[in-house]
Each structure stands twice: as structure tokens, then as C-alpha cells.
Antibody, heavy 121, light 106 residues
């Protein structure tokens, strides 16, 4: 069965960096676009970034563009999110999610359990 | 950027009631719209894709309709396990979620 397991969350000071990882299993990782979606405490869902199945294209929400970088290693079935220049408003649970359509970026069929990132001094 | 709005922001209904949520896009998105259910403390779950297609395994009491800018999500007979927040999400231009609709039992 499809499994997505995020790691790397924690408490970090404003302006610092953090890298999240998402280990995927149970499907052909290299065939699907992958997303990061976040949810601030008590708030709604915010799409953060998507990477094409082969890593050839990456797109970001305006709120993180220029600070966050999405990447993937298809040989390791792992998705990453490098977060730089972190701000208090980046505090959220970060979810890794697999697209529901092969070689597309349309929506999220499978989600990880999420990892909490807290940006605080 | 495409903005998504949902109404109502919250609702209370009785078990067995028909529940309807609307989602509006700031521009024409054809049928490029999905609906998700999120229960407290859990990851979201895809219910409806491409505006009206039921995801595999999702009960048939859930349905979606619409195209262009106006969309509707319906629970035909509300069940206690349907207590959750529901989000629409467009994918015509990148991806954007609506603000969510919280559904409670009266």
C-alpha cells in the first residue's frame, strides 16, 4: 500500500533553515508528481510546492517562492523540501502528498501523516 | 492567481439531512476542481476529483457538480462520521485550496 512518511520537522529560529524529507513506498515513485501542503495551527490547507515526476519542473506558492526548494531523488524514493529564511508565519504541519494522476499535477490522492515545523525564537 | 471561496464557512445539520457546500473560483477553471475531507488531527482525504468523479472507495452519498466558476459539493444523507472540514481545490493554474467548510452535527 502507498506510504508517505515525513521527517525533519522541529523548532527553528526565524531566519534559519530546515530540510524536510518524505520517504515513499508502495508505488512507482518516479511516475508521479509530488506535493508539499502545509496547515498552520487551526487554519486551512495551503499548497506549497509541486515537482514533476521526473524533477523537470517545479512550481511554488507565492508565499514561499525564492525561500523554499522542492526536490526529489527517484533512486531513493524520497521527496525533499529545503526551507530557508524561515519566518514565524511558516509555522505549520507540513504534509507530503502524491498526485492522483500519473505524470500530472492535479491533486493529492495520498498524504503522509505530516511533520510540524515551528519557527520561534 | 486563482482565488477560491467557499460557503458557508461552517454549518450544523442533523443526521440524515442533505448538506450542500458551494465553491466559487475567481475565474473559469473548467472542471479542474477536487474536494477533500479532513477530520480533526488527520491528513486530508480526496473525495471528488474533476468536479464530479467519486474517488474509489468513497461512499456514494458524497457527490460533486459544476464547471466554470461555480461548484457544489453535496452529502445526500449526513452521517455522524462525516463530521469534518471540507475543502475545494483548483488545479487550472497551479493549485489553490478554498478556505474550508466545517460540518457539525446539530
Amino acid at each position: 500500500q502507498v506510504q508517505l512518511v515525513e521527517s525533519g520537522g522541529g523548532v527553528v529560529q526565524p531566519g534559519r533553515s530546515l530540510r524536510l524529507s518524505c520517504a515513499a513506498s508502495g508505488f512507482t515513485f518516479s511516475s508521479y508528481g509530488m506535493h508539499w501542503v502545509r496547515q498552520a495551527p487551526g487554519k486551512g490547507l495551503e499548497w506549497v510546492a509541486v515537482i514533476w515526476y521526473d524533477g523537470s519542473n517545479k512550481y511554488y506558492a507565492d508565499s514561499v517562492k525564492g525561500r523554499f526548494t522542492i526536490s526529489r531523488d527517484n533512486s531513493k524514493n524520497t521527496l525533499y523540501l529545503q526551507m530557508n529564511s524561515l519566518r514565524a508565519e511558516d509555522t505549520a504541519v507540513y504534509y507530503c502528498a502524491r498526485d492522483f494522476r500519473i505524470a500530472a499535477r492535479v491533486g493529492m490522492a495520498y498524504w503522509g501523516q505530516g511533520t510540524l515545523v515551528t519557527v520561534s525564537s | 492567481d486563482i482565488q477560491m471561496t467557499q460557503s458557508p464557512s461552517s454549518l450544523s445539520a442533523s443526521v440524515g439531512d442533505r448538506v450542500t457546500i458551494t465553491c466559487q473560483a475567481s475565474q473559469d477553471i473548467s472542471n479542474y476542481l477536487n474536494w477533500y475531507q479532513q477530520k480533526p488531527g488527520k491528513a486530508p482525504k480526496l473525495l471528488i476529483y474533476d468536479a464530479s468523479n467519486l474517488e474509489t472507495g468513497v461512499p456514494s452519498r458524497f457527490s460533486g457538480s459544476g464547471s466554470g466558476t461555480d461548484f457544489t459539493f453535496t452529502i445526500s444523507s449526513l452521517q455522524p462520521e462525516d463530521i469534518a472540514t471540507y475543502y475545494c481545490q483548483q488545479y487550472d493554474n497551479l493549485l489553490t485550496f478554498g478556505p474550508g467548510t466545517k460540518v457539525d452535527i446539530k
